[in-house]
């Protein structure tokens, strides 16, 4: 147990930097805000939790409604988006004080809605464009990844521990390409379906 203990140690410190570097690349694309709440998410963590003596689990709570916001679109904003919103707020505001009882029920739900969005963005550029971007499929995976991870753990702890360690290992991986590749790189564009365009004259 200490030899995986000191393993995961090894991955936190490796993973913590993939993902510092990563928004460096993702500068103004749609997703950098994500990049750079997913890149601050575990330093911050752990240095709030060692100076101010705060649940890492509440600083996840906190964190989730940060990712939810860093997806979401604000081009069309109805009084039913800001009703949501707000009701997000308010319910992360209650399981930030009632975190053992609904801290990671509410941690793992907010991701799932943010999967909920990157699936949706990539279909509408599927539609848009006419191509699937592999930028996308790798970011549906990573955060499926991190679904399922909260799942195994919140289900099974026994399971999920490992889960939550090979997982981790995948996702250093993804980050490895997000650290080097953005967005609108065309290389990463497979056609699927022919766009009509108008063109005048």
Not at 14 to 22: D, G, K, M
Not at 41 to 67: G, K
Not at 108 to 132: H, N, P, Y
């Amino acid at each position: 147990m200490s030899e995986l203990t000191l393993y995961y140690k090894y991955l936190a410190i490796i993973s913590i930097v993939v993902w510092l570097i990563t928004p460096i690349r993702q500068y103004k694309t749609r997703y950098f805000w994500f990049f750079l709440t997913l890149g601050l998410a575990d330093p911050v963590s752990i240095i709030a939790a060692r100076n101010f003596h705060i649940m890492i689990t509440q600083l996840y709570v906190i964190l989730s409604i940060l990712f939810f916001f860093s997806v979401i679109e604000y081009k069309k904003i109805t009084i039913y988006k800001v009703s949501f919103y707000i009701a997000i707020v308010g319910v992360g505001c209650f399981s930030f004080f009632h975190v053992w009882e609904y801290g990671a029920f509410f941690y793992t739900a907010v991701l799932f809605l943010v999967l909920v969005v990157i699936v949706k963005q990539s279909f509408q550029f599927v539609i848009e464009k006419g191509s699937i971007n592999i930028f996308h499929m790798l970011l549906i995976f990573y955060q499926a990844l991190n679904v399922f991870k909260s799942l195994s753990m919140l289900l099974n702890f026994s399971t999920g521990v490992w889960f939550y360690f090979i997982s981790n290992v995948v996702q250093i991986l993804i980050g490895i390409f997000f650290a080097l590749y953005r967005e609108d790189d065309p290389r990463f564009l497979i056609e699927v379906m022919r766009v009509n365009k108008f063109e005048n004259g």
